[in-house]
């Protein structure tokens, strides 16, 4: 028994792929173009691990997809392969449609294909697991009522647009041709290997370095936080029980303002790791211009999941964030190594040694 894990190398899929290595014997095959965001580094515990094999490839390549799922054959498919910032859609959104949408779209045309080919029970068994944002319904104005799945989807960032065009598709795939599929679209998850480009990570690593924490526009924007571990078991229970063709909404009940944000990883590092002149990291906080098109307010309604399916978060905001901060306080060679761009030279010396091509 297998699954393939697209984007394993990333934030939330090697934690993903890390945390079922611990708790599954089932072989996990791990697809990941290793772009900026993929580090292998992430996936150092089970470089030993004979049930985890990585694959250095790209969703897009129809002939590399193909030949892995007849290869081994997985059971499921967890699609977390994706650009995934905002900023960067912004400055450069042609990557964000190359591999969110026309990846997406080719990785599905050869997961059909695939599927097609299986005996029964096997092919009913199946499952093309979709993992999409809650950015995909767009903007909150204050008090509105949280993201339901039956919200209307209003994507307003080349990114949040693309991840919405790739469940169009999935969605489509299953309407038309019968494919077994699942999509969950979470809110903003936050813990240990999140690159530093992303809110919480860069402000605990340029606090660290002392350097400005960039809050943009007014910081009153408003994010629904879950801690990355709890979005993981919330993948698992929708693989496992999950009713094909449906979405569900993951999500804290976390609302928090950015600036909030910003204070309480301050808050948490003066406790921690405090400055040597004894001044609040805070004093480094700095308004910056703000996010073009900034959405204002995410918050996801998460009773769907936890009705039917069981699950809620098993941390808290802080306690979650108080992991998150000792893990990078515990990490600074990760750090360092992500920032200095020495994990990207390392790849290429190591890569030929634990990749498999086929
Ligand atoms: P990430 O940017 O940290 O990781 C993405 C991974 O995908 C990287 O390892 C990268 O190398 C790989 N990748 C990129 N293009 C690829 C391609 N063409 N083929 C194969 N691999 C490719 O992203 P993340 O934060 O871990 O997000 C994972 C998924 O979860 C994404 O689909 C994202 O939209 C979704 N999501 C993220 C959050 C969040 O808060 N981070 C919240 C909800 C949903
Ligand atoms: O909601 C889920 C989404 O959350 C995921 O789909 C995305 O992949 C993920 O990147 C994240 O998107 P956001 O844009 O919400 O995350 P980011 O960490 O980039 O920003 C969080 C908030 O903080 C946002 O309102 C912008 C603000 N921000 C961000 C950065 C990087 C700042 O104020 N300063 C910063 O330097």
């Known amino acids: 028994m297998a699954i393939l894990v697209t984007g394993g190398a990333g934030f939330i899929g090697s934690n993903f792929v890390l945390d079922w290595l611990t708790q599954s014997k089932e072989t996990v095959v791990n697809l990941d173009k290793l772009t900026y965001a993929g580090n292998l580094r992430n996936l150092d515990p089970v470089k030993d691990n004979s049930n985890h094999i990585f694959v250095r490839g790209d969703i897009g390549d129809s002939a590399l997809v193909a030949t892995l799922l007849a290869r081994y054959q997985p059971r499921a498919i967890l699609n977390f392969a994706a650009e995934s910032h905002v900023d960067r859609s912004i400055s450069g959104p042609a990557e964000f449609i190359e591999t969110n949408i026309v990846g997406t779209f080719r990785l599905l045309e050869a997961v059909r294909a695939y599927q097609a080919s299986l005996a029964q029970p096997d092919a009913s068994k199946f499952r093309f697991l979709h993992v999409s944002t809650d950015e995909v319904y767009g903007s909150l104005v ?3 009522a949280a993201f339901s ?3 209307r989807y209003e994507p307003n960032s080349p990114y949040s647009a693309s991840k919405a065009a790739s469940d169009h598709l999935v969605r489509a795939y299953h309407h038309t041709y019968g494919l077994p599929v699942l999509t969950t679209n979470c809110s903003n998850n936050y813990g240990p290997l999140h690159f530093p480009e992303k809110l919480i990570p860069l402000m605990i690593v340029n606090a660290l370095a002392s350097r400005p924490l960039p809050v943009y526009g007014d910081g009153q924007q408003i994010r629904d936080w ?15 029980r999950g009713r094909i063709g449906e979405t569900y909404n993951v999500g804290g009940w976390n609302e928090k303002a950015n600036i909030d944000i910003v204070h309480a990883v301050c808050a948490l590092l003066d406790e921690m790791q405090p400055r040597i002149d004894a001044q609040p990291y805070a004093s480094q906080i700095s308004f910056v211009t703000d996010r073009p098109g900034h959405d204002r307010r995410y918050a996801i309604d998460a009773r769907k999941i936890s009705e039917e399916l069981d699950w809620k978060p098993a941390e808290t905001f802080e306690t979650g964030l108080r992991k998150t901060v000792r893990w990078y306080l515990d990490n600074p060679e990760w750090v360092r190594e992500v920032q200095s761009g020495a994990y990207r030279e390392w790849v290429a010396q190591q890569y030929l040694d634990v990749s498999s091509t086929p």
């Open 149 to 151: 799945e039956s919200r």
């Open 226 to 240: 879950l801690y990355v571990k709890d979005h993981c078991a919330a993948i698992r229970v929708v693989l496992d």
């Open 142 to 144: 204050p008090n509105e």
